[in-house]
């Protein structure tokens, strides 16, 4: 069965980096869009960014443009997320999920998720 | 960005109960609308995608329906699994976005 495992969280300082990664098994990873959303200590859902099957499109919410950036590696079924100049506010539990579709623009959804890693932000 | 706005934000209901939410789109997004079922510490669970169909393994008790800019989640004959929070999500254009959430509570 497909299987989404998320690590790389933890307890880092604002403003460095962190490297997220998800390990995918059970599918053809090749063919499935994948995101990244997330859920803040008391808030909802989030969605965070997203790339296509190929990884040739990427897309990131306006809360974290230009500091996360979304990637995949295909020969090791991994999904990515670098995340720089990290904020309070980015504390969350991180969650990588599959696209049914193959394309992040595919009006598709979101059919099977990890069970989340927790990052969080403080001095 | 397409902004969801669900309702109530949360609610008491019982099992056996019948338990209907809303999510109100910005604009048009056809019937690009999903439903995700969440509890805390658990991975979210897609239960309807596109609109109204159900997802495989999802139990029948849960129904969408909607088109446009104005979607319903209805939960029929409530059971214990079911309290939990529920979120919209549209993927009918980029940044996908959710609903803030919809917490259903034990009376």
């Known amino acids: 069965q497909v299987q989404l495992v998320e690590s790389g969280g933890g307890v880092v300082q604002p403003g460095t980096s962190l490297r997220l990664s998800c390990a995918a098994s059970?599918?053809?990873?090749?063919?499935?869009?994948l995101h990244w959303a997330r859920q803040a200590p008391g808030k909802g859902l989030e969605w965070v960014a997203g790339i296509s099957y190929d990884g040739s499109d990427t897309y990131s919410a306006e809360s974290v443009k230009g500091r996360f950036t979304i990637s995949r590696d295909d020969s090791k079924s991994t999904l990515t997320l670098l995340m720089s100049s990290l904020r309070a506010e980015d504390t969350a539990v991180y969650y990588c999920a599959r696209d049914w579709y193959y394309d992040i623009r595919g009006q598709g959804y979101l059919d099977d998720w990890g069970q989340g890693t927790l990052v969080a932000v403080s001095s | 960005d397409i902004q969801l706005t669900q309702s109530p934000s949360s609610l008491s209901a019982s099992v056996g109960d019948r338990v209907t939410i809303t999510c109100r789109a910005s604009q048009g997004i056809s019937t690009y609308l999903n439903w995700y079922k969440h509890k805390v510490g658990r991975a979210p669970k897609l239960l309807i995608h596109?609109?109204?169909t159900l997802q495989t393994g999802v139990p029948p008790r849960f129904r969408g329906s909607g088109s446009g800019t104005e979607f319903t989640l209805t939960i029929n004959d409530l059971q214990p699994e079911d309290f939990a929070t529920y979120y919209c999500?549209?993927?009918?254009?980029?940044?996908?976005?959710f609903g803030q959430g919809t917490k259903v509570e034990m009376k």
């Open positions: 999500h549209q993927s009918y254009s980029l940044p996908q976005t």
């Open positions: 596109v609109a109204s």
């Open positions: 059970g599918f053809t990873f090749s063919r499935h869009a």
